[in-house]
């Protein structure tokens, strides 16, 4: 396994997340400024990272090539559309043996995309007259979503993002290698994630609908049907709690909502189930029924959080 | 006005709110422990509170009476119908001239109590033959909300209620004197509370339907929707928010949600019309629309979160 600390990192796209990694891995993981490297469209946050001694060096987008001939571990901080984006532009640029890693809120397209990359990169490879290339086996990508954003976006705001004891979901592909799943654990849990769970694509893209993506449909609408401005005037918390997340970054959501549209849709119409059920009883004159099926609900949610 | 310092203090109920107002009182008000009394149906809530020097002294349900004898001011810490039932019970034992606030999460029942407790006093007080009970004019009753609680219940958790800079409701009846207003106000702010707002019962009850029930009933139609024991491995912090104060009280709810009930149903079916909508734009290809919807939630909420 390489050692973190000889590796150089690249981070592209420094907002919210990438920002937040890159301080994760300045402070917690012992990288140092000359080896952690950005790039993002905006200089002006290349500018201030580098003056304050996040990263080694900025590059705008048209040098994101010249960034991954240096690296050998990448995150690709970008919506999952413009990840996608980014892999076959640069598709050539990546350092052979590198590790990349994504950050994106949907797996499945990111993770097909990873199998097909690495592949390519595979055939390159192994097509190329150079043995010390082959030698170094292509590529290795392992998409992952850490689960610790926070409601207002971009770099400015990326010391909102707080990692620790919080969770990582990790969706390997086929070629993975062992050793770089260990590198990437290592450096997972040492920026402050405590819980690290491996599920396939499909698996991660059902369980965000529900626990993400469906609770920000939720607080939308709970914003969406009430046109008080004054309203928190009557808010305990609860109100608060569950629309904080309605300040959302309305590009990516509307495209984590559609990219993972059937599962989200599939969350929605079960939730409006349980939803019907509880405005049932509540109409009804059976207090006993209402009472017992929220008995099971504080039950239920008390185990899971014991879990 | 009287000195809140002269002020002999009387909680009924002394579980997770009522403690956590004794505390407050205690220390932030400046009231002495011989002036704090409670009555509560657990003797062994009244015990630790009497051994950790809150109160002065602790009554058994019976010996509500002999307590209510000594108050200047009752606060009312029990669920909706217990109050009605308690009011009822102890009609003729509250002191002349003694000021009642509540705390119970609808006040539209609680008003009407409390206006005719008032007039029933009155008219006690008039038809008196002593001339100085009669110059004390009768009982004063204040129904009011502080919007402070916590997912855990009882006198054990009451620490875990925050008041400081947290929502107080007062829903004044046609009869409240001005200076008990007043002192009343000034103690909830000692408390720690830094919004204090007047409505109606009814405006309240609107209100809270919206901010706080229908926020409770989402949240447990999400737990009631969910059965993966596991499921916080995926949370970011949005599920937990949205489905924290699913670990509801549940008889207290039924009651609140019942009590409430129309109000809280013509609520559900607005929030299920704006979900409905944005369900529309998902399942939709429009992006635009719905990236446009989102922005509007976007922007009313962070406007709400400046008032």
């Given at each position: 396994?390489?050692?973190i600390e000889?590796c150089?990192?690249?981070i592209t796209g420094l907002?919210?997340m990438?920002?937040a990694?890159?301080k994760?891995?300045?402070t917690?993981c012992?990288?140092?400024?000359e080896?952690l490297l950005?790039c993002?469209k905006?200089?002006e946050t290349l500018?201030?990272?580098?003056k304050t001694e996040l990263?080694?060096r900025g590059?705008?987008t048209g040098g994101?090539?010249e960034?991954?001939?240096?690296?050998?571990i990448?995150?690709l901080?970008?919506?999952?559309s413009s990840?996608?984006r980014?892999?076959?532009?640069?598709?050539?640029s990546?350092?052979?043996?590198?590790?990349?890693?994504?950050?994106?809120g949907?797996k499945?397209s990111?993770?097909?995309a990873?199998?097909?990359f690495?592949?390519?990169?595979?055939?390159?490879a192994?097509?190329?007259?150079s043995a010390?290339t082959?030698?170094?086996?292509?590529?290795?990508?392992?998409p992952?979503?850490?689960?610790?954003g926070?409601e207002?976006?971009?770099f400015?705001?990326s010391?909102?993002?707080?990692?620790?004891?919080?969770n990582?979901i990790l969706t390997?592909?086929?070629?993975n290698k062992p050793?770089?799943?260990?590198?990437?654990?290592?450096?997972i849990?040492?920026?402050?994630?405590s819980r690290v769970t491996?599920?396939?694509?499909?698996?991660?893209?059902?369980?965000i609908?529900?626990?993400?993506?469906?609770?920000?449909?939720?607080?939308?609408?709970?914003?969406?049907?009430e046109?008080d401005?004054?309203?928190?005037?009557?808010?305990?918390?609860?109100?608060?709690?569950?629309?904080?997340?309605a300040m959302l970054?309305?590009p990516?959501?509307?495209?984590?909502f559609?990219?993972?549209?059937?599962?989200?849709?599939?969350?929605?119409?079960?939730f409006?189930?349980s939803?019907?059920d509880?405005?049932t009883?509540?109409s009804?004159?059976?207090?006993?029924a209402l009472?017992?099926?929220?008995t099971?609900v504080?039950d239920?949610?008390?185990?899971?959080?014991?879990?």
């Amino acid at each position: 396994m390489r050692n973190i600390e000889d590796c150089t990192i690249g981070i592209t796209g420094l907002g919210l997340m990438g920002g937040a990694i890159a301080k994760a891995l300045r402070t917690q993981c012992g990288v140092t400024q000359e080896r952690l490297l950005a790039c993002d469209k905006d200089s002006e946050t290349l500018n201030a990272a580098f003056k304050t001694e996040l990263i080694g060096r900025g590059y705008d987008t048209g040098g994101a090539g010249e960034m991954l001939a240096l690296c050998d571990i990448v995150f690709l901080c970008l919506n999952p559309s413009s990840i996608l984006r980014f892999l076959d532009q640069w598709k050539d640029s990546f350092k052979n043996g590198c590790l990349i890693t994504d950050i994106a809120g949907t797996k499945e397209s990111i993770a097909a995309a990873a199998e097909k990359f690495c592949a390519y990169r595979k055939n390159a490879a192994s097509s190329s007259v150079s043995a010390s290339t082959f030698m170094d086996g292509g590529i290795d990508f392992i998409p992952g979503h850490p689960m610790a954003g926070a409601e207002k976006g971009g770099f400015k705001n990326s010391d909102l993002c707080n990692f620790n004891l919080k969770n990582y979901i990790l969706t390997p592909i086929s070629c993975n290698k062992p050793e770089n799943m260990e590198l990437l654990q290592k450096l997972i849990r040492k920026m402050g994630f405590s819980r690290v769970t491996e599920v396939t694509p499909q698996e991660h893209d059902r369980k965000i609908a529900f626990t993400s993506q469906l609770c920000h449909v939720i607080a939308a609408a709970l914003i969406d049907c009430e046109n008080d401005m004054e309203i928190t005037r009557f808010g305990g918390g609860s109100f608060e709690d569950l629309t904080r997340i309605a300040m959302l970054n309305a590009p990516m959501w509307t495209e984590l909502f559609t990219e993972n549209r059937a599962a989200l849709l599939a969350r929605i119409d079960q939730f409006e189930k349980s939803l019907d059920d509880l405005k049932t009883l509540i109409s009804g004159d059976n207090t006993e029924a209402l009472e017992k099926r929220l008995t099971l609900v504080r039950d239920r949610r008390t185990a899971m959080s014991n879990k």
